[in-house]
């Protein structure tokens, strides 16, 4: 009795539509059945009047309702205009009451109809009962019907839109964890890099130790290259940990190999694209520079995504670019082919490589532009700044 008694939550809309809705019904039927005669007015009045609860307390409305029609049977009241809300108190419990109750519901709908025929027309034709069993049993059951179908409607409606704030959630929660463990890669390998420099200078400090007395020149050398060497060591460690410090990151994995790779790296990783069966042009354009140690590697790991998307997505036969603009203020990657991988990869779903290839380029203050380019393929664009932005103090 408790989901019974319990009242469902409606809105203000559907509460002033129900109290409409009974009124109308109240004055309309019940008072014109008062007009017939005094007691069955009353009946009427008394089973229109609860339709006002028909969306809060469906069941109680209609076993209420059952109850003053069983007494008008028992009273040899005949059947009245006031009798209407049996049917729509039917109708509210099929569409908003709980399913078991449904189906009783149902079962005294029809236990009532035969009631009905025994008492109303027992007098007629057998032709005739038959015939008027059919029509109310009919009535009954489409009411029911009707109730039921908008009941199963609305149950598949909220479903959908609940499968649809899942897979929203899950969308979100997985471009998240794509962002950290990136950002779990993206320190383990600057970890190296910094590794890399301190490495550098301990030996320069070491040859500017020996080189001090006998040489004053080549320790005055050997501590330049330090400073130098500390110095873009720091700025590229102060923009990692700015970046990784918004997020706990998991536990790294000691397992996973850490390379360190750069820009001279890239003939060696087209070659090995080649052999793996991919056509590859790739073009080196501008004055060559030396690039900070994060910067080259950025650049590699774009080229490599690039590349690693081309062979999962173009298709047999397709033909790559590889092209390295060394501007004067920034280097420019860009990684295009003439295969089918736009219409592989949906557009609003860009993946984990897009996102992993994003945060790189936003470490070193560049961008990165990816899509369909104009008559077919695909085309990764980087835009990489030589000069990595301060990292500020963290």
Partial sequence: MTGILTPRRVSARSKAFDLLLAGGLTLFFGFFSLAQQHFSGILGLAMLGPLIWRRTHPELVFFGVSAIAVLQWLAGIPLMAGDVGLLVALYAISVYGEVRYSRIALGVGGLGVLMATARYYSNNDWRQQITMMVALGALVFGVWAIGERRRTRGLYVAQLEERAAQLERDRDREAKLAVSNERTR????????????????????????????ASPEQAKKALATIGDTGRASLNEMRKMLG??????????????PRPQPGVS??????????QAGLSVDYQVTG???????????TAYRIVQEGLTNTLKHAGPGARTSVQLDFGREMLTVVVTDDGRGAAVVPSSDPGHGL???????????????????????YEVV???????PPGGDQ
């Fill in 186 to 213: 993206i320190a383990r390998e600057i970890h190296d890099v910094v590794a890399h420099g301190l490495s550098i200078m301990i030996v320069q400090a070491d040859g500017g130790l020996y080189a001090a007395d």
């Fill in 243 to 256: 970046l990784l410090k918004q997020d706990a990151q998991p536990e790294l994995d000691p397992n996973q």
């Fill in 265 to 274: 790296s890239l003939p060696e990783l087209i070659e090995n694209v080649r």
């Fill in 287 to 297: 004055q060559p520079r030396d690039l900070p140690a994060l910067l080259g590697l």
């Fill in 355 to 377: 996102v992993g290839m994003r945060q790189r380029a936003s470490i070193s203050g560049g961008t990165v532009n990816a899509g369909p380019k104009a008559g077919g393929g």
């Fill in 382 to 388: 980087a835009r990489l700044p030589y000069n990595l």
